[in-house]
Every structure is written in structure tokens, then in C-alpha cells.
């Protein structure tokens, strides 16, 4: 993310920070070591645990709360154990594959085991220790495969979730991070902009949580059956903690607690405030109530679709981005699911991989210093916008083929689906022996 | 000796039960329930996925109480769960055979 912070950084009048960020870049390696910072650093650990708290509680909760009671802890167990996994496999050889040198689509493995990492090595920037940098990026590692089992509740083997993940972050989501994020990326070579993750994490989860509610198959009763959430209280909540542990996400993504942290800052806050009243407006128009469960929606929308855009564009900008992307996700979520028919069960296509392809391309249009961007080297809205089209395109075909050839394996080693018997019991007491409400 | 069955709106317990008390019946059984007469259902939206629910909450009351009682029990009831509105619910009357106070083994008109 340094070349990036450096791009925008000397377009954007933020003089300090371009000059420290030419010093800290890899281009410049020769250059004296810049002073690590301890605000940089605190500011990291706080953005960290920020993110943690979106998956446990926040994400459990938002997704456990809009399925019925007798799948609850199924959900909070799948979301906790999918973060736990993806941690360790960080650690084995995630970080290594992401975040090394290797070609332009995939790192290598000589940080494997985190083999060369101390306490005193810093990141690529320089401003902070190595640790927290992996540990930050371990966060979204986690987070992105844990967005996915939106699409396949209250239906999928516990077992094939796990393996699943496993496979899908290694084949899928370390590549694309490695594309996008890192110096040698072919996407960040490209120049497309994706500041806090609108393809490597959204479109990416997005798409393969469509392709598994495709391939999974819909729940039994699916349509008829009433299968309305069974706790909209607990959803409010996780969906509130989402938004306050997304300032780590989106500020944190700065790297540093400087002007582009505090741009996402603002950006943050009014992105997913006109993305919230959007999706109010237009569900009240067409549905004529205004609902909870619409505007906490349009909320996650809104916090989508200013993810990659978050440090790099005005809070003008924010507000039209998160307002239209949220319209958008109200769309697909009420009208093209129920068209097509697939049972995308609590929405990630249509809020994350719709959202994240508004603001994935909405970011070269409003990156543009006259319309309050911070700019970036020899920009032109045309170029910028076909580079961020290329961007969201590989995201959708690498993420597409890779999750659906993987579905496919898990199909044939595990078997993606409980039985009948064990879907209509719950999978509470049928996978996990447990129920979560005794009353 | 009847049993009077009184569906009514949850939000009318606690006029009937006061109306009850005060023509001097001083016990009855109360279950939550649900289900649908004229009233039928409502509409729920959750983002795209429109549900018809068909079954609505409601209160059943059991009043076990001697047989020339009944009429002014039904009345009482009657009177009390009334808004006017489509949904007020409905009384039934059935015979009761035999009753038996567990405590005291007082049976029959001593055990209501």
C-alpha cells in the first residue's frame, strides 16, 4: 500500500506526507531508514483490533441475527472458527504469499512461518513494526472468507465450510491481495486504485459467496416457506459494531495516523450515513415502510462502496458513492435475487460484491481533484475509470472459476450439503449438538 | 359445570381479566397463542423476501365455572374484549365433566 499512499500522497497537497512517503518507499530503498512511529504504531494496534471486532462480534452477530433460532449457533460457530483458521494459515504461509516478492499474480514463500520476521523489522513504509503490518493484514485475511458464509447458511456442512475456506483463501484471496497490494502486483503496476480492499475484499467475497449459493443449491422451502430472521435486535447490533470496527478498517488502511487516515475517517462516517438514508428512502418510496433491517443494510453498503475509495476521494464524493452504491444494493437485493431466483441467503453478492463494484469503479471518477479527490499522478477520468474496470473485471473471473472449481472439490471430498432430515432440524442440534436459545 | 374458552386480543387481558374478577370468577388459565379467523394475516418485508403471515398472535382464556354462571361469564367477556374492530376473536362454551381441587381433594362445584 506504500506506492499507493505515495501516488495519491504527491498529487494530493499533503506535502509532509509525500515527502516521507518517497523516503519509505521500495523505489528508494537507499535512502536512510525512516524513524519508526509509536502514534503510526498505536494507531495500527487500535485499527487492528478495530477490524477483529468486526468479524467477532459484529459480522457474527449481523449474520446470526437474520437467520432463524435453530441455525443461530451454527453461524456464530462458522464465522468464529473460519476467522480462527484463516489466522494460522496467515501465519503458515498467507503473509508469505501475500505480502513477498514473487511474480506479478502471487508472492513466494520466504516468509513462511513468518521466517525472517523479529520485533524490530518494520513494514514496506517503514513507520511501523513488521508485526503489526501482518497482524493488521491478517485481519482482512480473516474477515473476507468470514463475509462469505452469507451465501451458504443454513444449509452447508460444517466440515465442507472449513475446507472450503482453506482452499478458497489460498488459491484465491492471497493472489488478488498479492495483485492489488503488493509493489509487484500486476493491479497496482496496472494502477488501479483500491485503498482498504473494494476487490480483494468485497467483490472477491461477493462473488463467491453467488457462486456457492448457486452451486450449495437453495434451502429446503426456499420462497414458500417462511423464513423470516429470527432476531432483528442482534442484527442491529452487529451491524452497528461493523460500522465502528470499519474505521480501522478503511482509516487503518492508511498505514499511518496522519491526513489520509483522517480523510477515511470522514469519509467513513458520511459515506454510510447518505448510503443509510438512501436505501431508507428508496425502500419507503417503492415498499412504503421505511424498515430496520433496510437501513442497517444500506449502512454495510455504504461502508462497501467507500472502502476503496476511502483516502483517496472527498467527503462530497463519499456521500454520492455511498448514496448510489447503496440504491444499487437495494436493487439486486429486492429485485434481481428474487428474478434470478438463487438464494444468496443473507445478501453478500448483493450488498458486498454490488456495493464493491459501484465504489471499486466510483473511485476513478471521484478521485479526481475537481470533484474533491486527492488525484493521482497523470490522472484522467477515462483512463482511471478503465483501470478500475479492468480491476473489478479480474476480480470477478479470478474469483469466480477459482470458487467454483473449489466448490466443486469440496463437493467431491466432503459434500457441500447437510442431508434433508438434518436441514430441516437445524443444523444447531445437527452439526453442533447445541441450541442457542433454552426457553 | 361448562368450561368457557374466550380468543381474544392480547392487548385486552387485563380488561377482561379485571371485568372477570369483578363479577367474582377468581382463577382462569391463560395461554399465548396464534392463529386467524376473518382476520387473516399481514405482509412482512425483509429486504427483498416478502412473507404472508397468516397466523396472529392472540390470548386464550379457560374459565372453568358452574353451569347457571355462564351466560353472564360470556357476557362479561364479551363486553370487555371488544374494540369493534375485525379480530376481536371468539368465545366458546363446553361441557365440563368432572373437577378436582388438588390440594384439598375437593371435587366437582367445591373445586372451581
Partial sequence: MTLKTLLHAAKGGFGGLAATALLAGPAFAQAPAPALSEGNTAWMIMSTVLVLLMIVPGLALFYGGL???KNMLSVLTQVLAVASLTMIIW?????SLAFTAGNAFIGGFSK??????THETVNDGGSIPEYVFLAFQMTFAAITPALIIGGL???TKFSAILLFMLLWVTFVYYPLAHMVWHADGYLMKLGALDFAGGTVVHINAGIAALVGAIMVGKRIGYGKDLMSPHSMTLTFVGGA????????????SALTAGPVAALALVNTLVAT????????AVEWAAKGKPSMLGTVSGVIAGLVAITPAAGLVGPIGAIVLGAFGSVVAYFFCTTVKNALGYDDSLDVFGIHGVAGIVGSIGTGIFVAPVLGGVGVEDYSMMAQ????????VIAIVWCGIGSAILFKIVDLIVGLRVTVEREREGLDLSEHGERAYNM | MKIVMAIIKPFKLDDVRDALTGVGVHGMTVTEVKG???????????RGAEYAVSFLPKIKIEVAVASSQVDMIVETIAAAAKTGQIGDGKIFVLGLDNALRIRTGETDAAAL
Fill in chain 1, 91 to 95: 501465519i503458515i504461509y498467507g503473509y
Fill in chain 1, 273 to 280: 450515513a447518505a448510503a443509510a438514508l438512501g436505501w431508507l
Fill in chain 2, 36 to 46: 386467524y379467523g376473518r382476520q387473516k394475516g399481514h405482509t412482512e418485508i425483509y
Fill in chain 1, 153 to 155: 447458511v443454513e444449509r
Fill in chain 1, 385 to 392: 475509470v478503465w483501470k478500475q474496470v479492468v480491476a473489478v
Fill in chain 1, 241 to 252: 459494531l461493523l460500522w465502528i470496527g470499519w474505521f480501522g478498517f478503511n482509516a487503518g
Fill in chain 1, 112 to 117: 513462511m512461518f513468518l521466517a525472517g520476521v
Fill in chain 1, 67 to 69: 437467520v432463524r433460532s
